[in-house]
């Protein structure tokens, strides 16, 4: 009986542990990027998760669309789940010189 208990105490720390480092971490990066989506509107520039930066005509709530126009008169028609973030110029640029320079780094001591 007692090798039951024990067996069961260690799957419990183990699913425990598993939830905790694996679902849970999930779970808030899903409810921040709804958040995000939420919060954007036309007029707002945005990145697509497929590197498309353009500027949000419409939202459609009910069918999950999003027009976007990404030029002058081209206007392409997105799942809204497919808005990444909103267009930040600066941080983009920096985050690419984090990259580019951990890149260079990791070729030169290759």
């Given at each position: ?12 720390i ?51 669309i ?9 206007q ?35």
């Open positions: 009986m007692y090798e039951f208990v024990l067996v069961f105490a260690i799957l419990a183990l699913l425990g542990g598993y939830w905790a480092l694996i679902i849970f971490p999930k779970q808030r990066a899903f409810q921040h990027k709804q958040k995000v989506v939420r919060s954007l509107h036309a007029g707002d520039e945005i990145v697509t998760y497929g590197g498309i930066v353009g500027k949000i005509i419409d939202i459609d709530v009910d069918q999950g999003s027009h976007v126009e990404i030029a002058e008169g081209v392409i028609k997105l799942l809204t789940a497919a808005l990444q973030q909103e267009y930040n110029a600066e941080e983009l640029a920096y985050n690419a010189r984090l990259g580019s320079k951990d890149g260079a780094s990791e070729r030169t001591t290759s």
